[in-house]
């Protein structure tokens, strides 16, 4: 096993649990820690909000990201005549706004240092980017 499939496992297993993470925030299981949530709090309807977990306009900006990406995508596998960067497009986009999600959960009350959480993505970074490289050059 090589190295750079090693990361496209711990990748998706990263996925995994940051996604299981959301789902169970999601059942509402669990009480917020919020002494007094705000009327706005309560009747969020922004999708983009929702999905990422960014608020204050990044969400938007997140957004904006995600459509510009998916149009260098279809055009750069339009150029290409391969599959490939559509995957990598996929992979990239859930990876990284289920990991967004999930900061936003396990730092509720900044009970986590936020060094510690910088951490952790910046190692994720590491392992995303080998990911990467083992889907390009054919090793993953």
Excluded: H
């Amino acid at each position: 096993m090589t190295f750079y499939r090693t990361c496209i496992y711990l990748c998706v297993v990263l996925i995994i649990f940051t996604l299981s993470i959301n789902f169970v925030n999601a059942l509402g299981v669990f009480s917020s820690y919020d002494a007094s949530p705000t009327e706005e709090s309560l009747t969020t309807e922004n999708a983009l909000e929702q999905i990422s977990g960014l608020s204050g306009g990044m969400e938007y900006i997140w957004g904006l990201a995600i459509g510009l990406g998916a149009g260098a995508t279809m055009f750069l596998v339009y150029l290409s005549k391969q599959i490939s960067p559509l995957g990598i497009y996929l992979f990239s986009s859930i990876f990284w706004t289920s990991w967004l999600k999930m900061n936003t959960v396990i730092n509720i009350n900044g009970v986590i240092p936020a060094e510690l959480i910088m951490l952790f993505t910046v190692g994720a970074m590491f392992i995303f980017i080998a990911a990467i490289i083992g889907m390009l050059t054919g090793s993953g």
